[in-house]
């Protein structure tokens, strides 16, 4: 069951830039920036009331982000993340009414160490959506 919005997903060229100009120019504060091996990117959030936004860098060359960087050089929205009570009831309902989940399904972990998962864009009207195992809050 699908219980909010978690974060919005911009791929940055420079995390630090991005960092400074949303500091600058809309006075949010970046929190500290941390690495996912496993997915390639270097990581940092905002936090607002609501939801988050999620600034993604690569953090090694041949990281998946960087082909999304070669189409968009200056950056640009990813994907967004929706919170669900659980990733494996909400994966396997969605996937028995067709959607695919990307990685063959596999469930994987955030920094943060929330169980996710990937909904092939053409299966949510051409979106990238990542969902989010939330413990209560
Ligand atoms: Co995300």
Do not use: W
């Not at 100009?21 to 607002?48: D, F, I, P, T």
């Not at 041949?62 to 993340?81: Q, Y």
């Not at 990937?118 to 990238?128: C, I, Q």
């Amino acid at each position: 069951m699908i219980t909010g919005l978690s974060h919005v997903s911009i791929v940055v060229p420079s995390l630090d830039a991005a960092a400074k100009r949303l500091k600058e120019v809309y006075g949010l504060n970046v929190g500290e920036a941390s690495v996912n091996e496993e997915q390639g990117v270097r990581l940092a959030y905002v936090e607002l009331r609501n939801a988050r936004i999620e600034l993604m860098e690569p953090s090694h060359p041949d990281s998946p982000v960087s082909k999304f960087l070669e189409r968009n050089p200056a950056g640009g929205i990813h994907h967004f993340c929706l919170n669900v009570d659980s990733v494996d009831a909400t994966s396997g309902e969605i996937a028995g009414k067709g959607a695919r989940i990307l990685g063959e399904g596999r469930i994987q972990r955030n920094v943060r160490g929330e169980r996710i998962a990937f909904v092939h864009p053409k299966d949510f009207l051409g979106a990238l959506v990542e969902i989010e195992e939330r413990e209560k809050p």
